[in-house]
């Protein structure tokens, strides 16, 4: 190679580094001027924790809730590990009085009742992993969550439990569910007193992460 082809091609290097520098310099004064300005810069993608979702199985989330504190709950779980949610709803109502619904609910308990769904999904066949919320009435699910488990097939499914109560805790809600689903496996519930359950985030993450569903 001669001299001037040598001279020729460190120029050529030394023009690529600065534009290469020279770029660098305008990106960062965008950002810096982006921040300075309060519009959002643009940043690699992180991992949410829904990312982590019960290891790459389709999780539903289901419950039935009357005061809110199941749905609390509920979307505590969905925090942190996504999925799909459904609040079952039933075609009657209930009592605004927590005496009268109990009453109610112990009726429909006696009369083995079983309330129509105004709220469903066609299938549970797309999911691996479903919970299953809900209030302790008379020591067990609502009738409402009979319905829903009696409906569908869960063969083969992971069934995950979990209330809120005010000194029940899970009662017979689980080994009911274990009656109405005899082919699914069922994991350790959790039980959360409902009037904790807005502050129940940590309870939730450390069950998660104790069944296996979260890191």
């Known amino acids: 190679m001669t001299h001037d082809k040598k001279n020729r091609y460190s120029e050529m290097g030394s023009q690529a580094e600065n534009a290469i ?111 299953i919320g809900y209030p302790n009435w008379w020591g067990t699910m609502p009738m409402a969550l009979f319905t829903f488990l009696e409906k569908h097939d869960f063969a083969g499914k992971t069934l995950v439990p979990f209330c809120t109560h005010e000194g029940s805790a899970l009662g017979r809600g689980p080994r009911d569910m274990a009656g109405l689903c005899p082919n699914a496996k069922i994991l350790d519930g959790l039980a959360i007193r409902g009037s904790h359950a807005s502050e129940a985030q940590e309870d939730v993450d450390q069950w998660l992460r104790r069944i296996g569903l979260s890191r």
């Open 21 to 131: 520098a020279l770029s660098r310099r305008r990106v960062l004064k965008a950002a810096f001027a982006g921040i300075a300005a309060g519009l959002a810069v643009p940043v690699l993608p992180r991992l949410s924790a829904c990312a982590a979702e019960a290891s790459g199985n389709k999780v539903l989330i289901v419950y039935f809730s009357r005061t809110g504190n199941t749905r609390e709950v509920a979307g505590q779980i969905h925090k942190r590990i996504g999925g799909d949610m459904l609040e079952l709803k039933t075609a009657h109502s209930y009592p605004a009085a927590y005496r009268a619904t109990t009453e109610q609910a112990k009726r429909e308990q006696e009369e083995h009742f079983r309330p129509t769904l105004t709220a469903d999904v066609a299938s549970v066949g797309p999911y691996d992993v479903i919970f």
